[in-house]
């Protein structure tokens, strides 16, 4: 199995630049949203009563609770929870010391202070993106900072980073799932980047310029949309690197659209970190392999990979009716496939998707625990590494169990009360701009 280390800090990296823009960009707003003459003041959360903290803190999880036993304002202990996530984020990014599971245990703790209290304002994809991110990333941090002895791969290391993966997976799947599920016609129809640029949430300046390209050129970045978001990561679940790379390119080509034409805040960061799991250190520096192992890379790249992106490509062209035309110069697109038929499918992806993870992670339980078992120490070595293997074995289990009721629901045995289909080919609106997409609104 590939090493895994450097990915793992570079992925902690990431989170913490995540975390500095999340806490620094609150502290210079928390007066004007959260102060006693803010937007939503947040006094009437916190409310001054004869309860412990710990009854407090059951009835809403915050740090806050602190503020009425030190005699503050609870915006301006808010502020002190902003300053000192701004500054241990800071040390996380600058110090790999700073990157143990005490330190993005404390981040985690304080963002969901501020998270529980935050109100409208704290309620967007990315805030909960970062909680579930920021409690994984306890799991995923080296223990070894917190001892001073110099960090070093373990063979549970690719356990705890595949979780982060299947968060992925999880999150671009989902986006694009729902899109379709939820019948709108301006996905249906192909249509949603004509009204997307004008109806976001905070445009950039090229934002106009997108929303001027050629309609033909909006409606293929729809198709592309669907397939970054769709087809591409369920290559995240296979165990071919060529595959996992081209998918990695895929998701960071859409990220870079995403963030070009709109402003979501970190969320572009969160997602870039998201995907660097599902590179190993191969991707990201040089090492030496055996024989076998450059036997079985140039047979990925040479027969696996390519008969791949030739399905990829056939059922692309097939499922959305692309056609080129020479005069004029354009791609004419359309969806080709029903409602019904679409619900058919995701009925049998998501099955097939959860039982791919639970391989997968089976496998890394299985490769950790050899690993654990033959590597070169002693006895006493071998027992306390097979023993931390079967630990984060069953943690890394458990959270993935958590998952499966909130991804599942994607399925249309989940669903009730959907809106009415489209005609096939998703023609039922034509290409007038008929409003902003109600679903994934205001998410890329």
Same mark, same amino acid.
């Given at each position: 199995?590939?090493k895994v280390h450097?990915t793992i800090q ?6 913490s630049?995540a975390y500095?823009s999340?806490?620094?960009?609150l ?5 004007g ?6 937007v939503?003041?947040i006094h009437? /959360?916190?409310?001054l009563?004869?309860?412990s903290?710990?009854?407090n ?11 009425n036993t030190?005699?503050? @304002?609870?915006?301006s202990?808010?502020?002190?929870l ?11 990014? &600058? /110090?790999?010391?700073f990157r143990?599971?005490?330190s /993005?245990?404390?981040l985690?703790?304080l ?8 109100g409208?304002?704290?309620w ?12 994984? =990333? ?7 900072p917190?001892?001073?002895?110099p ?5 549970? $290391?690719?356990?705890?980073l595949?979780?982060?993966r299947?968060l992925?997976f !999880? *999150?671009?799947?989902s ?5 379709l599920?939820a +019948?709108?016609p301006?996905w249906? +129809? *192909? ?7 004008e109806?976001q949430?905070?445009?950039t300046?090229l ?7 050629p309609?033909?050129?909006l409606r293929l970045s729809?198709?592309f949309t669907f %397939? ?7 290559l995240?679940l296979?165990?071919?690197?060529s595959?996992?790379?081209i998918a990695?390119?895929?998701?960071a080509?859409l990220?870079f659209?995403i963030n070009?034409?709109?402003n979501y805040?970190? %969320? ?12 190993? $250190? @191969? ?5 030496k392999k055996?024989r076998?192992? !450059?036997?079985l890379? !140039?047979?990925d790249?040479?027969?696996v990979t390519?008969l791949?992106? =030739?399905a990829y490509?056939? /059922?692309?062209v097939?499922?959305?009716n692309? !056609?080129?035309?020479?005069?004029p110069?354009e791609?004419t697109?359309?969806v080709?496939f029903?409602? $019904? ?5 995701v009925a049998?992806?998501?099955?097939w998707t959860?039982w791919?993870?639970v ?6 339980m299985a490769? =950790?625990?050899?690993?654990?078992l ?8 071998k027992?306390t590494?097979?023993l931390?293997t079967?630990?984060?074995s069953?943690l890394? *289990?458990f ?7 909130s991804?599942?629901? &994607?399925?249309?045995s ?6 009415p289909?489209p ?8 290409d007038?701009k008929?409003g902003?997409?109600? =679903?994934?609104r205001?998410?890329p």
């Amino acid at each position: 199995m590939a090493k895994v280390h450097v990915t793992i800090q570079v992925v902690l990296w990431l989170l913490s630049v995540a975390y500095l823009s999340a806490f620094l960009s609150l502290f210079f707003q928390v007066p004007g949203l959260y102060g006693p003459k803010g937007v939503t003041p947040i006094h009437p /959360y916190l409310p001054l009563n004869s309860h412990s903290f710990l009854s407090n803190w059951l009835s809403r999880p915050t740090l806050l609770w602190l503020s009425n036993t030190a005699g503050i @304002d609870p915006s301006s202990g808010m502020l002190v929870l902003c300053l000192v996530g701004s500054v241990l984020s800071f040390c996380t990014l &600058i /110090y790999p010391l700073f990157r143990s599971p005490l330190s /993005y245990f404390i981040l985690y703790l304080l963002y969901l202070s501020v998270h529980n209290v935050g109100g409208v304002f704290l309620w967007f994809q990315w805030d909960a993106l970062l909680l579930e991110f920021g409690a994984l =990333a306890v799991f995923l941090a080296p223990i070894e900072p917190l001892f001073l002895i110099p960090s070093c791969p373990r063979p549970w $290391d690719s356990l705890k980073l595949w979780l982060i993966r299947w968060l992925a997976f !999880r *999150l671009i799947f989902s986006s694009g799932v729902v899109k379709l599920n939820a +019948g709108c016609p301006t996905w249906w +129809g *192909l249509t949603a980047l004509q009204v997307h640029f004008e109806s976001q949430c905070i445009p950039t300046q090229l934002s106009w310029y997108l929303h001027q390209l050629p309609v033909w050129t909006l409606r293929l970045s729809v198709v592309f949309t669907f %397939f970054a978001e769709i087809a591409a990561p369920l290559l995240f679940l296979l165990p071919s690197r060529s595959l996992r790379l081209i998918a990695f390119l895929t998701q960071a080509q859409l990220l870079f659209g995403i963030n070009t034409g709109g402003n979501y805040n970190f %969320f572009g960061i969160l997602s870039l970190a998201a995907l660097i799991t599902v590179l190993d $250190d @191969d991707c990201l520096s040089y090492s030496k392999k055996g024989r076998l192992h !450059r036997f079985l890379t !140039r047979l990925d790249l040479v027969v696996v990979t390519p008969l791949v992106l =030739a399905a990829y490509a056939y /059922y692309t062209v097939q499922l959305f009716n692309l !056609r080129l035309s020479i005069r004029p110069l354009e791609v004419t697109s359309s969806v080709n496939f029903s409602q $019904d038929e679409w619900d058919s499918w995701v009925a049998w992806a998501v099955p097939w998707t959860v039982w791919s993870g639970v391989a997968w992670l089976l496998y890394q339980m299985a490769h =950790a625990l050899l690993s654990s078992l033959t590597q070169p120490q002693g006895v006493i070595g071998k027992l306390t590494s097979t023993l931390a293997t079967c630990v984060y074995s069953v943690l890394a *289990l458990f959270l993935f169990l958590n998952t499966l009721p909130s991804y599942t629901q &994607i399925s249309p045995s989940f669903r009730s009360g959907r809106p009415p289909p489209p005609r096939r080919g998703g023609r039922a609106r034509g290409d007038k701009k008929e409003g902003t997409p109600t =679903a994934e609104r205001q998410t890329p």
